[in-house]
């Protein structure tokens, strides 16, 4: 089992910064991939970004060169620093986990529905 518990989101103007961060629990983040997704109302749960077990970063292409993704193993806690934010990105952000040890370290996933462990979410929300 793995306990997830994000914070840090806001409301804040488009083109400002947040980090949100998400602490996990039952589970060293060298044992999984870690994925952050978000949905908007009305629309279906996107991909944002991932880190792998060895520490591999992957990104949505509406987020690139915006977002970064990165651990702490040390807090065992995963951040997503965002920059130049945009009305657009406007959602609930979830931070979500898989255990990958049986897989390469380089594993892993834009579907949803293949990490089986959520936080709550945190709503951040960008006026213009």
């Known amino acids: 089992q793995v306990q997830l518990v994000e914070s840090g989101g806001g409301l804040v103007q488009a083109g400002d910064s947040l980090r949100l961060s998400c602490a996990a629990s039952g589970r060293t983040l060298s044992t999984v991939t870690m994925g952050w997704f978000r949905q908007a109302p009305g629309k279906e749960r996107d991909f944002v970004a991932a880190?792998?077990?060895?520490?591999?970063?992957y990104y949505a292409d509406s987020v690139k060169g915006r977002f970064t993704i990165s651990g702490d193993n040390a807090k065992n806690t995963v951040y997503l620093q965002m920059n130049s934010l945009k009305p657009e990105d406007t959602a609930v952000y979830y931070c979500?986990?898989?255990?990958?040890?049986?897989?390469?370290?380089?594993?892993?996933?834009?579907?949803?529905?293949?990490?089986?462990?959520w936080g709550q979410g945190t709503q951040v929300t960008v006026s213009s």
């Open positions: 880190i792998t077990r060895s520490g591999r970063t």
């Open positions: 979500a986990a898989t255990v990958s040890v049986y897989y390469s370290g380089s594993y892993y996933s834009q579907r949803w529905n293949e990490y089986p462990y």
